[in-house]
């Protein structure tokens, strides 16, 4: 199928990304280029996916994430624009508007679901990611089967690279009688 999406538009969506997950637009961004880094953001997107269902981050709409939720979207946004030859200085500012937007109204439409309807918290993020991902995949043009490849290939190469480093394991023996 044809992308019918302008540049604007994929610029926001991915811009969108980054409210959701400050690494994620990045992520798309370069798995639709086939960047050589689409594995190192793939594991930042994952690794902020994980800490933020056992609740490591504080809310993203407090300024410590607001404000790198908010520089990823307007870096994206730019980066994206930028790709298909559109030089316009508000791309930036719309992407950074729309990140902070989203970094805003997607927590706290969590907390009022959890709280109105009592839907458990962790599966309420485990569906902002799956709707963050679905954006994402009609953003670009990266299939959902693209995006579990992508994910498996990156945790193989972390796996690995640390695998070999860690030490080997091995018990002392026993001490004898002194």
């Not at 800490?51 to 994430?65: C, E, H, N, Q, T």
């Not at 969590?110 to 799956?130: Q, V």
């Not at 670009?140 to 290939?153: K, L, P």
């Amino acid at each position: 199928m044809p992308d019918r999406k302008t540049p604007f538009e994929r610029a926001l969506a991915l811009a969108a990304l980054s409210g959701f997950k400050i690494a994620l637009g990045p992520a798309f961004l370069a798995a639709s280029r086939r960047s050589p880094n689409t594995g190192s953001w793939a594991l930042a997107a994952l690794g902020e996916m994980l800490l933020d269902k056992i609740g490591v981050f504080p809310p993203r709409f407090r300024p410590a994430l607001l404000i790198p939720h908010a520089l990823s979207g307007a870096w994206v946004a730019r980066e994206s624009l930028k790709r298909d030859g559109i030089d316009d200085p508000t791309g930036p500012v719309l992407g950074a508007v729309v990140a902070a937007g989203v970094s805003c109204v997607a927590p706290m439409t969590r907390i009022a679901l959890h709280k109105g309807l009592g839907i458990s918290n962790a599966w309420l993020g485990l569906g902002e990611d799956y709707l963050a991902l679905r954006l994402g995949t009609e953003a670009t043009d990266v299939t959902m089967s693209q995006v579990s490849e992508i994910a498996r290939d990156a945790i193989d190469d972390l796996r690995g690279r640390a695998v070999p480093s860690l030490p080997a394991l091995s018990i002392p023996a026993a001490a004898g009688p002194p």
